[in-house]
């Protein structure tokens, strides 16, 4: 039996890590496979810092989707993979990589994850995580600054510039494509019970 793929998006601090968790606790660890988007952005090793920094990060050019739908279909025949590291405060790929092995389920994560099409037929649901601007701001400056060491004038910037623009041209549009829309983030418990019934019927007790 192939494994079942599901994708999360939603926009950049939409809450849909709080999804991710709840997906993965519910169908457990050992059933499940995460692959992040975020993990393929492409190297910039060939630029110098500053240049790098200016980069528009949100733009799904920025991201090697290529190698993420080879991934996922050699996941999904079987075949372990490495996934690239990201190093967000450098802008480049580490020398390492993790490695994935395949499980009963795939989970892809990323905003921009059924912006290409070649990826979004790979996937049995596609949830779409959807929450006001404001409070995915909120969340984005929070993590930035304490995962990715980003200053809080860094991420404004790079929110004003890139963010924003990339994400009602390229994001927002991709939530016709969903199968399930989760407003209001990973707090919507009435929208979780659902994914639940779901999950419980399409991964964990299957016809």
Sequence with gaps: MKPFIIGVAGGSGSGKTT?????IDRVGEGNLVLIQHDSYYRDLKHLDFE???RQNFDHPSSLETELLV??????QQGYSVEMPIYDFKEHVRRDQTET???????LVDGILIFFEKELRDLMHLKLYVDTDADVRLLRRLRRDILERKRTVENVLDQYERHVRMMHLEFVEPTKRYADIIIPHGGEN???LDMLNALISGKVIHPE
């Design 100 to 106: 994935l092995e395949p499980r009963p389920v795939i």
């Design 19 to 23: 999804v991710v968790k709840h997906i």
């Design 51 to 53: 240049e790098r920094s």
């Design 189 to 191: 418990k009435a929208a």
């Design 70 to 75: 080879r991934h996922v279909q050699a996941l």
